[in-house]
């Protein structure tokens, strides 16, 4: 019976992705069916930035969203105990608990959708863009999942914060379109205080339309210091944890 | 004399009383209903913002695209943003609700709590959504009243009185629709455990055929007449159209009308699919 629940659940996910990417792929469709560019982005370069975009994402379904969201249920229920005598990190084993497979055949069809757009814009593959990109890509993951993993350290002082699930979406809503879609404040918002920008839209641009090296780096520098400023904020809360329950 | 007084005191004993208590009654749930959301605040606080964010994206977006154009698909921008606005408004009132609790109470067995008291279900489900649809209409008014001025765009404010009565009457007609199309999804729920996905597609269907992204005249001819014929474009694309004074006479009846069919066969279907569902319910000994 179990099985059956495990294929109904893989079946139901890969729908879920491929309906949200079909219609995503429509709307970019009708869009740039009237216009040539929107924001000084054509039609193959924001295709492959929302390929990016739902790649991220599932990436992000796959091994982090159900660990991330489970963490103030951990704080709750005191299940933090158990895991804190194992020998290996505890933010690790907190955020890779449970790995969902069942996103990965979307984030497949995401990486289509990239190479598709990639070879339609006509560009030639080089190793080194494709490295750099790659890693800009995991760059990218890092900030998402500090900044969801910070949040998530905020339920061992608000313990009831439930609706994780919520803060993802609100935050990646403008996430699939180039941030230069946006005026300000959204501008400003996206770029300095929730980085959509340099989650998504950087490494979109570096492959289609470059990147400034000195853009490079400080996505870079923000991905490090974000991923630390998780890390120690955990483990002072993991402090507070256990002030608190002993 | 007597006999009228106490006849008087009989028939108020039985009707206005009663009335009045059951009205009583329902206004507590209502009035619950917004206890709860402010129990909830951060969820509720997280939501509106996901809304607003939603409504910037759309509104940015269609900015973008009309940069050098002065219409498109028949739409000058002003109309464009307009609706944009409008979406937000229209879809928090016709598609806030609670009705989505009651497909896990049916599954959580707690459906039996609510069937042993005193109160009619659906006037139940309906107080408590009206205490939803209130508290949601007043955020969504706040947020396109704010939105206004921060952005002023070029608004199209409908002065036909005709035309406003007509969109208060579809919009009623939405929320109705929308009410017992929720209510049928959560009674799914006593039949099968998986009613989340049936819920989920539903929403990819109304985001795409309901005119929330765009509106649905935009359509290629077929896609639009596909989207005419299902519910979903009846509850938020046609109250904003017969708002913007846009449809003809005769597309104004013919959309009241497949809505007024909507709304009565959605109803039945609520009744047989309610009664059934009990059946199988206490079958199962909950």
């Known amino acids: 019976m179990r099985r059956l629940e495990y294929r109904f659940d893989f079946f139901l996910n890969v729908l879920r992705g491929l309906s949200w990417m079909f219609i995503g792929i429509l709307g970019f469709t009708i869009i740039f069916g009237q216009a040539n560019t929107i924001a000084g982005w054509s039609k193959h370069e924001a295709l492959l930035l929302y390929g990016l975009f739902v790649f991220i994402s599932e990436l992000w ?61 006509g560009k030639s593959m080089e190793i080194g863009s494709l490295l750099v990109t790659a890693l800009l890509i995991v760059n990218g993951l890092a900030i998402l999942y500090s900044i969801m993993f ?24 403008g996430a699939r379109y180039p941030v230069d879609l946006f005026k300000d404040p959204l501008h400003f918002i996206f770029i300095f205080i929730i980085p959509l920008a340099v989650i998504f839209t950087f490494p979109a641009q570096f492959l289609v339309k470059g990147l400034s090296w000195q853009l490079v780096i400080t996505s870079f520098l923000v991905g490090i210091i974000s991923f630390v400023i998780a890390h120690k904020f955990f483990y002072f809360g993991i402090k507070h944890y256990n002030s608190a329950s002993s | 004399m007597s006999l009228l007084i106490s006849f008087s005191i009989l028939a108020l004993n039985t009707t206005i009383v009663p009335a009045a208590n059951a009205v009583k009654k329902y206004l507590q749930i209502i009035k619950g209903t917004w206890a709860e959301y402010m129990e909830y605040r951060l969820s509720f606080v997280l939501w509106r913002v996901r809304m607003v964010m939603q409504l910037l994206v759309a509104y940015f977006l269609w ?44 599954q959580s067995g707690a459906l039996s709590n609510y069937l042993i008291r005193p109160l009619n279900f659906f006037r139940f489900a309906i107080s408590r959504d009206i205490g939803d649809k209130t508290l949601n209409a007043f955020c969504a008014m706040g947020e396109f009243f704010l939105l206004f001025v921060l952005f002023r765009p070029e608004f199209y404010l409908q002065t036909n009185i005709t035309t406003i009565g007509a969109s208060i009457i579809a919009l009623f007609l939405s929320v109705i629709m929308f009410f017992e199309f929720s209510l049928l999804l959560s009674f799914l729920g006593f039949w099968t455990n998986e009613i989340w996905a049936p819920r989920f597609i539903s929403f990819v269907l109304m985001e795409f055929l309901g005119g929330v992204l765009f509106p649905l005249d935009i359509l290629p001819k077929a896609l639009f007449s596909l989207a005419q014929a299902l519910p979903f474009g009846y509850f938020i694309y046609f109250p904003i159209k017969v708002y913007l004074g846009q449809l003809s006479t ?32 206490t079958a199962e000994g909950k």
Do not use: C
């Open chain 1, 61 to 121: 379904y796959t091994f982090f969203f159900l660990n991330i969201t489970n963490i103030p249920k951990y704080v709750q229920y005191g299940q933090f105990d158990n895991l804190i005598l194992l020998p290996l990190s505890l933010q690790f084993l907190v955020s890779l608990k449970e790995v969902l497979p069942f996103a990965l055949p979307n984030a497949l069809f995401a990486m289509f959708i990239i190479v598709t757009q990639y070879t339609a814009l």
């Open chain 2, 63 to 106: 900015s973008a695209i009309f940069t050098d154009k002065q219409q498109l698909f028949g739409y000058t921008q002003s109309m464009m943003l307009t609706y944009v606005l409008f979406v937000n408004v229209v879809r928090t009132i016709v598609g806030g609700t609670r009705t989505q609790d009651i497909g896990t109470m049916i």
């Open chain 1, 150 to 173: 910070v949040i998530a350290t905020l339920s061992f002082w608000f313990i009831r914060l439930h609706a994780l699930w919520e803060v993802y979406q609100t935050i990646t809503e």
């Open chain 2, 250 to 281: 005769p597309d104004m009846i013919g959309g009241f009308s497949i809505s007024a069919f909507w709304a009565v066969f959605f109803w039945y279907l609520v009744h047989v699919t309610w009664i059934r569902g009990l059946r199988a319910y």
